[in-house]
């Protein structure tokens, strides 16, 4: 199995994607990519930052999965 198609690695990509990145986590990514660390190379940086839960900021309250009510404008009762 290649190391770009790994378990790990898509539940890290749907994390980013889901939640802000911490900011040490961007400082690190950003300088690694500026100097030119391969794909295999990130890959393995982005999941040992999630290993060490320093990859993304996660909430226990938004891990719901259930739809919430944002807005309740426009709701009137019909007699």
Known sequence: MPLLDTAELAKAVQEIYRYPLRQTA?????????????????????QSLR?????????????TEEPQIICSMGL????
């Open 26 to 46: 961007v400082d690190v990514l950003n300088r690694q990519l500026r100097s030119g660390i391969s794909d295999e190379e990130l890959a393995e940086m982005v």
């Open 76 to 79: 009137a009762q019909c007699q």
């Open 51 to 63: 290993q060490d839960n320093a990859l993304c900021v996660i909430h226990e309250q938004e891990q």
